[in-house]
C-alpha cells in the first residue's frame, strides 16, 4: 500500500499541477524573493545542461538514420520537394507577419523625452564605449563580413567531436546530413546494422529525458526564478510598447499554427493537449533542442504520425524553419527605425523581409546574446546602428526568449503537418485497408 502510495505520489510531478505549482513558486521567487534566487537558480541551469546532454545524441541518431532511411525507400523523397517549399514559406510568412506587425504597431515611435532618457539611461549604464551612441546621432555602420561566408563557415565543422562538446548543433546537423547520405549509400546488411545501433542510442537517451520529465517543476522553478529576477521594471517600463506588440505577434503566429493544425488533424484541442509538454518545455527552459525530444514523443505517440518521418522532419524543422527569431528580427528592425525616425520605404522593407530570413536561418544553434547579436545581419544592411540598441533586447530577452523558443517549437510541429499526410487522410485510408 505504501509502495502504490508512493509510486503515485511520484509520477504526480509529470502532471500539469506540479508544473504550474513549480512556474508560480519561481514567478514569485523572482519578482519578490531575490534572496532565495541564488539557492533555488542553479537547480534550474543543472536541469538544463542534464537535459542539454541529451540532446546532441539524439539529433545524432535521429538525422543520421532518418536521411539514410529516406534515401533507400524512394517514395519518401516526395517529401523533399515538400520540405523545401513549405520551410521557405514558413520563414518568409513570419517575416511579413513581423514587419506587418511592426507597421502596423509602431513600436518605436511615439515616445515622450522621458521614455527616450530612460532608453539611454539604459544604453549609457552597459558601461561598453560600443553601445554608447545617443538616438539622435548619425550613425555610420562598420564593415562587415558577408552573411554568405560567415554562414558557410559556421556550418562546417573542423572536427565533429569538437563540435559535440561545444554544442556546436548547425555544425552537429550538416555532420548528421552527410553521416546519413553515407549510411544510405551502404550496402543494406552494413546500413541495416548501423542503424540498429543508431536507434538504440536514441532510444537510451529518449528513455533518458523521460526520466528527466519528472523533475521538470524543479527544474522550472530555478530557471524561471533566474531569468525573472534579471528583468528590471525600469526597462519593462521604458520598453512599454515593444514588448506587449511582440507579444502579440508571436500570439498571432501561434494562433496561425494552430488553425494549420486544426485544418490538418480535424481536431483544435487535441494538438495543443499533445503538445502540452513541448509548449511547457519551450516557456520554461527557453531552449530549442530541450524541446525535441518531447515533440518528437508527441508528433508520434499522440498525434499518430508516422516515427521514421517525424525523426527526420522534427530536427530539421528545429533548425531550418526558424520562424521565431525570423519574426523578431522583422520587429526589432521595425523598431529601430521608428526609433531613429529612419523611413524605409518600399526597397528597404524588402530588404527587412530578406535579411531576417537569412538572420534566422543563422540562429540554428544559437541562443541568447548569441542570438540576438544575429540582428546585426538585418541592421546593418540599412545603415541602423546594432550596437546602440543591442542592450536593449538582451536586457528584456528573458521575457521574449521563451516566447521566440515556443513560436519555433509550436510552428515547426504546424509545418510538420502540412509536410506529411493529413491524419484525416491517413484515418480514411486505415479505414478502408480493414474493411478490405
Request: include cysteine.
Amino acid at each position: 500500500m505504501i509502495k502504490l502510495s508512493q509510486i503515485c505520489t511520484f509520477k504526480t510531478l509529470r502532471s500539469s499541477w506540479a508544473v504550474l505549482l513549480g512556474v508560480m513558486i519561481g514567478l514569485y521567487l523572482g519578482l519578490f524573493k531575490h534572496e532565495y534566487v541564488d539557492f533555488v537558480a542553479p537547480v534550474g541551469q543543472i536541469y538544463l545542461d542534464t537535459l542539454k546532454m541529451c540532446i546532441l545524441p539524439i539529433l545524432v541518431s535521429a538525422i543520421s538514420v532518418s536521411i539514410a532511411r529516406l534515401l533507400q525507400a524512394k517514395e519518401n523523397t516526395r517529401y523533399i520537394r515538400r520540405m523545401l517549399i513549405v520551410f521557405t514559406s514558413g520563414v518568409f510568412l513570419s517575416a511579413v507577419l513581423g514587419v506587418t506587425t511592426g507597421i502596423m504597431g509602431q513600436p518605436g515611435s511615439g515616445y515622450d523625452s522621458a521614455s527616450l532618457s530612460a532608453l539611454g539611461s539604459i544604453i549609457q549604464s552597459s558601461n561598453s564605449p560600443d553601445l554608447e551612441i545617443s538616438l539622435t546621432a548619425p550613425y555610420v555602420p562598420k564593415e562587415r563580413e558577408s552573411f554568405v561566408k560567415t554562414f558557410f563557415t559556421s556550418l562546417v565543422p573542423e572536427n565533429i567531436f569538437s563540435a559535440l562538446s561545444t554544442g556546436s548543433s548547425l555544425k552537429v546537423l550538416f555532420f548528421s546530413l552527410l553521416f546519413g547520405l553515407a549510411i544510405g549509400s551502404l550496402n543494406k546488411e552494413i546500413s541495416d546494422h548501423l542503424m540498429t545501433t543508431l536507434d538504440g542510442v536514441y532510444l537510451a537517451f529518449a528513455k533518458l529525458v523521460y526520466w528527466l520529465m519528472y523533475f521538470l517543476p524543479f527544474g522550472l522553478l530555478g530557471l524561471i526564478a533566474h531569468d525573472v529576477s534579471q528583468v528590471g521594471s525600469d526597462v519593462l517600463i521604458a520598453m512599454l510598447k515593444f514588448i506587449p506588440i511582440a507579444l502579440l505577434a508571436f500570439l498571432l503566429l501561434f494562433i496561425l499554427s494552430s488553425t494549420i493544425m486544426w485544418h490538418r488533424t480535424g481536431s483544435f484541442s487535441k494538438p495543443l493537449i499533445a503538445l502540452k509538454d513541448p509548449i511547457i518545455m519551450a516557456l520554461g527552459t527557453g531552449n530549442t533542442l530541450a524541446c525535441l525530444p518531447s515533440t518528437l514523443t508527441a508528433m508520434h505517440e499522440t498525434l499518430g504520425y508516422d516515427k521514421k518521418t517525424v525523426d527526420l522532419l522534427a530536427p530539421l524543422t528545429f533548425m531550418i524553419c526558424r520562424t521565431g527569431p525570423t519574426l523578431y528580427f522583422a520587429l526589432a528592425t521595425l523598431f529601430v527605425a521608428q526609433l531613429y525616425d529612419v523611413d524605409l520605404g518600399i526597397n528597404g522593407i524588402i530588404t527587412v523581409v530578406f535579411s531576417s530570413v537569412f538572420a534566422g536561418l543563422a540562429t540554428a544553434g544559437a541562443s541568447g546574446v548569441v542570438l540576438l547579436s544575429m540582428l546585426s545581419l538585418v541592421l546593418a544592411p540599412l545603415g541602423l546602428p546594432v550596437d546602440a540598441v543591442l542592450v536593449l533586447f538582451i536586457v528584456i530577452d528573458p521575457v521574449i526568449g521563451p516566447v521566440r523558443v515556443l513560436a519555433i517549437v509550436h510552428t515547426a510541429c504546424a509545418v510538420m503537418t502540412l509536410i506529411m499526410p493529413s491524419q484525416r487522410i491517413a484515418k480514411v485510408a486505415s479505414v478502408e485497408s480493414n474493411l478490405l
